[in-house]
């Protein structure tokens, strides 16, 4: 996600707060840059942390498991040659011969798609019982969202620094995963906030972790498509000359492209449908 990524943030993070300019109570400049600083900061700590322990777990058992095959002390050296210049990841070739083991798919896609959604939605979610901590007050639902999406928004303008540094050159151009992805981490990040709104509020659990497993749930399938994605590309780059992996490829990389889309359609409703229903003041909750 770059420039493009940033500016989509910004924007639906001022679509979304300016129609909620109106809700009571509201929602004020510095608790929106609070949560900002949050998901920038506070949420990018906790999950990159957490993901690069988990990297390197991964890799030491990559290391162990190719270590332990015939001719694996020279795979071993290039994995280190490619760990120290990240710059050869731009080679399609060196990418096949190790991102298309089926054992290191099979991980990179539990990694993406259950894994990574888990601990992501999660630390983005905290900034809401924090700020609610802090201010002494439990959100309305609509603060809630707002509080959420902002902390969303925070995230996803500092991962795609991160992505616009280690982007590929041949996945570079796809402006869809950027701005889309953008939108992702906002609605997700406030659904969780508008599910600690009325766990404070009622006290219970369940409308948290149900909003959580929503998110996480749409997390990870947007992960999955772009895995998928990625995966095509690749197994297509393998051969470029065989008929049947530029079709199978071109299918993959289709539906891929298909369920961002759908799921860019599904976020964007999703958004519009919960914003325009607190517009309309029909919140179902008063603060004490």
């Known amino acids: 996600m770059g420039n493009e990524g940033r500016r989509g943030g910004l924007a639906i993070l001022a679509v979304i707060g300016g129609g909620l300019r109106h809700s009571t109570p509201a929602t004020t400049g510095r608790q929106v840059i609070g949560q900002l600083a949050w998901g920038a900061f506070g949420t990018t700590a906790i999950a990159f942390t957490l993901e690069a322990v988990l990297v390197v777990i991964a890799l030491i058992a990559v290391a162990v498991a190719v270590g332990l095959r015939p001719g694996g002390l020279a795979q071993l050296a290039e994995l280190q040659a490619m760990l120290e210049d990240p710059t050869q990841l731009q080679d399609p070739q060196l990418l096949v011969r190790w991102l298309l083991n089926p054992r290191i798919v099979l991980s990179v896609g539990i990694l993406l798609t259950i894994v990574v959604p888990f601990i992501e939605e999660g630390a983005k979610s905290v900034g809401v019982p924090?700020?609610?901590l802090g201010t002494g007050?439990?959100?309305?639902?609509?603060?809630?969202?707002?509080?959420?999406?902002?902390a969303g928004?925070?995230?996803a303008i500092t991962e795609g620094l991160f992505n616009s540094t280690a982007s590929l050159p041949f996945w570079a151009g796809i402006a869809l995963l950027r701005v889309g992805a953008t939108a992702m981490h906002m609605i997700t990040a406030g659904l969780t906030g508008l599910g600690w709104a009325?766990?404070?509020?009622?006290?219970?659990p369940l409308p948290f972790l149900g909003s959580y497993l929503a998110s996480v749930t749409l997390h990870g399938l947007w992960n999955g498509f772009t895995v998928l994605i990625a995966v095509s590309s690749l197994w297509m780059v393998a051969q470029p000359g065989d008929p049947a992996r530029m079709v199978g490829g071109g299918l993959g990389i289709l539906v891929g492209l298909t369920g961002l889309i759908l799921l860019t359609a599904?976020?964007?409703?999703?958004?519009?449908y919960i914003t325009l229903q607190f517009r309309r003041g029909q919140e179902g909750y008063r603060p004490d």
Not at 137 to 150: C, E
Not at 198 to 204: F, G, Q, V
Request: hydrophobic share 50%; proline share 6%.
């Open 130 to 132: 924090l700020l609610a």
């Open 266 to 272: 599904t976020i964007i409703g999703v958004a519009s």
């Open 137 to 150: 007050r439990k959100p309305s639902p609509a603060q809630g969202w707002l509080w959420g999406i902002a």
């Open 153 to 155: 928004a925070g995230f």
């Open 198 to 204: 009325h766990t404070l509020a009622s006290r219970r």
